[in-house]
Structure formats: structure tokens, C-alpha cells
């Protein structure tokens, strides 16, 4: 055992005293130097410098003179939109107080499109009901009655139906001046 390990000890020896050599031989080396050129910057502002024979000059563009921006029509004022859409209904709501509640309105059409039950879902036929309630300030739902008629019973029915089994509604928001909320509740049913 110490024949082997005296074996490994003069082993490990040359090799570090051989890679030490050839670390040695790399450094004693000269290394080329990186070339170096001469840079001159010139500031676009300072003119160019005299032309030397046999060079090219270069040409800088003309700028173009600018278009002056033509003068943008003035938006026409919009009318404050008075319909709120969801899921085939939407509501038109009877004076300018209640426009700035479309949050109030979307959850109004949430409920009443919750308790709609459109017999003709799904089927290729078009109809278009309206109807008309009135919801008071603590939510209620009062005064429905079919505005407009599809021409089918059945579709018309379902509408009416739609306001008379939803009775509540949530209270009118605080910050509504008026003391009822007069919709007209358009049902549509779309191919």
C-alpha cells in the first residue's frame, strides 16, 4: 500500500509541475496590442470641414417645410344615452335624472333577465316587446304594464311575467333626486 500511494504522490507531483510549466510558457509570451483608431466627433451644428481631393462629400437632405395640421372638426355634443342593454333587454328610462345610474341599471336588468323566461330562445323568430313599471324609491316594483306588443301572446306574456314575479328591485341609489324611477323595458328576441 505504500508502493501505490507513493506512486500517486510522484504522479500528482509531475503533473503540477507540468501544468505549471506550460502556465509560465503562456504568460512569457507577448500579447498583440489592440489596434487603435482615431475618432473625431463633429457636432452637427459646426460646418463640415474643406473637402480633401479624392474624397466623396457627403450630401445632407433639405428638410421639408411642415404641413400646418388642418383644424379637427369640433366633436358635436352627444345627447346623454338614455338606454342601458343586457342579455336581449334593454331600458329606456323616463327623465334626465336617472342617466347617470347605469350601474343602478345594470342591476336592475340582471334581476329582471334572472326571472325571463323567453319561450322562443333559441328558435329562429324575431320579436320586440316593451314594457312599462315604475320602481319606487324603496325598490318596488309598481304600475307594469305591456307598452308595446311583440304580436305573440305567448312571447308578450313572458315579458310582463319577467316584471310581475321580480316585485323588488334594490332601493333607488341615495344620490337619486327623484322619488320613482319611471323604464320602459324593451324585450328582444333575435334570430
Same mark, same amino acid.
Given at each position: 500500500?505504500?508502493?501505490?500511494?507513493?506512486?500517486?504522490?510522484?504522479?500528482?507531483?509531475?503533473?503540477?509541475?507540468?501544468?505549471?510549466?506550460? $502556465?509560465?510558457?503562456?504568460?512569457?509570451? &507577448?500579447? %498583440? /496590442? @489592440?489596434?487603435?483608431?482615431?475618432?473625431?466627433?463633429?457636432? *452637427?451644428?459646426?460646418?463640415?470641414?474643406?473637402?480633401?481631393? $479624392?474624397?466623396?462629400?457627403?450630401?445632407? &437632405?433639405? %428638410? /421639408? @417645410?411642415?404641413?400646418?395640421?388642418?383644424?379637427?372638426?369640433? *366633436?358635436?355634443?352627444?345627447?346623454?344615452?338614455?338606454?342601458?342593454?343586457?342579455?336581449?333587454?334593454?331600458?329606456?328610462?323616463?327623465?334626465?335624472?336617472?342617466?347617470?345610474?347605469?350601474?343602478?341599471?345594470?342591476?336592475?336588468?340582471?334581476?329582471?333577465?334572472?326571472?325571463?323566461?323567453?319561450?322562443?330562445?333559441?328558435?329562429?323568430?324575431?320579436?320586440?316587446?316593451?314594457?312599462?313599471?315604475?320602481?319606487?324609491?324603496?325598490?318596488?316594483?309598481?304600475?307594469?304594464?305591456?307598452?308595446?306588443?311583440?304580436?305573440?301572446?305567448?312571447?308578450?306574456?313572458?315579458?310582463?311575467?319577467?316584471?310581475?314575479?321580480?316585485?323588488?328591485?334594490?332601493?333607488?341609489?341615495?344620490?337619486?333626486?327623484?322619488?320613482?324611477?319611471?323604464?320602459?323595458?324593451?324585450?328582444?328576441?333575435?334570430?
Amino acid at each position: 500500500m505504500k508502493r501505490e500511494l507513493l506512486f500517486s504522490f510522484i504522479g500528482h507531483l509531475v503533473l503540477v509541475a507540468v501544468l505549471g510549466t506550460v $502556465g509560465a510558457l503562456r504568460l512569457s509570451r &507577448p500579447q %498583440p /496590442r @489592440p489596434q487603435v483608431f482615431a475618432v473625431k466627433l463633429v457636432n *452637427p451644428g459646426t460646418p463640415e470641414p474643406a473637402k480633401e481631393p $479624392g474624397r466623396a462629400s457627403v450630401v445632407q &437632405p433639405k %428638410p /421639408r @417645410p411642415r404641413k400646418k395640421p388642418e383644424p379637427k372638426p369640433e *366633436p358635436k355634443p352627444r345627447k346623454k344615452e338614455s338606454v342601458v342593454r343586457k342579455r336581449g333587454l334593454g331600458a329606456r328610462i323616463e327623465g334626465a335624472d336617472a342617466l347617470g345610474y347605469a350601474y343602478y341599471l345594470n342591476i336592475i336588468l340582471a334581476k329582471i333577465a334572472d326571472n325571463w323566461y323567453n319561450p322562443y330562445a333559441g328558435q329562429s323568430v324575431e320579436f320586440r316587446a316593451t314594457v312599462y313599471f315604475v320602481v319606487e324609491q324603496d325598490g318596488a316594483v309598481k304600475e307594469v304594464r305591456l307598452e308595446r306588443g311583440s304580436g305573440n301572446g305567448a312571447y308578450d306574456a313572458s315579458c310582463e311575467r319577467a316584471l310581475l314575479v321580480t316585485e323588488k328591485l334594490p332601493p333607488l341609489p341615495p344620490e337619486f333626486t327623484g322619488t320613482r324611477l319611471k323604464l320602459h323595458l324593451e324585450f328582444e328576441q333575435v334570430p
